[in-house]
Every structure is written in C-alpha cells, then in structure tokens.
C-alpha cells in the first residue's frame, strides 16, 4: 500500500518521491494562484484580466519543457550506454 500510493507514480513519470513533491507542490500552488486571479476577475473584471490564461499558459509550457527534458536526458542515457 505504501509503495502504491508514494513510489509509483513518481516512478512512472522519472522522479523520485522528493522530486516529484516539489514539482507537483509548486504547480499545484501556481493553479491556485492563477484560480485566486480567476476568481478577482470575475468580481472585478478590470483586474487581473489574463491572470488565469497566463498561468494555463505558464503550467503547460512548464510540464511541456519537463517533457522534452527528461526525453532528451533519456536519449543521451541510452546513447552513452550504446558507445560503452
């Protein structure tokens, strides 16, 4: 149960359990924050009028980046293990 609900999920996207706290901790935060603008804007439309398409904006391109990151990391592994 224990290795179910804190290992393997970070194991599936490359992370250790840490790693992928931090990670998923900072963008949960971030939904909030662009939410919390969200939620001014409604009120108040002339204010913080992209705060919530900005930060979809930022988070998609930020686990985009991850993405592409760790496929590359993983390519320059498997070529050094193929030269070796």
């Known amino acids: 149960m224990f290795k179910r609900l804190f290992?393997?999920?970070p194991r599936t996207v490359e992370e250790t359990y840490a790693?992928?706290?931090?990670?998923a901790g900072s963008f949960g935060l971030k939904m909030?924050?662009?939410g919390i603008g969200a939620v001014i804007h409604a009120i108040i439309?002339?204010?913080?009028?992209?705060a919530g398409s900005e930060m979809i904006?930022?988070?998609n391109k930020t686990?985009?980046?991850q993405r592409e990151r760790k496929r590359a990391a993983t390519g320059e592994m498997h070529s050094i293990e193929?030269?070796?």
């Open 7 to 9: 290992i393997d999920h």
């Open 82 to 84: 193929y030269i070796i």
């Open 32 to 34: 909030i924050w662009g």
């Open 57 to 59: 904006k930022t988070l």
């Open 19 to 23: 790693e992928h706290f931090v990670f």
């Open 45 to 50: 439309p002339g204010l913080c009028i992209t």
């Open 63 to 65: 686990i985009v980046d």
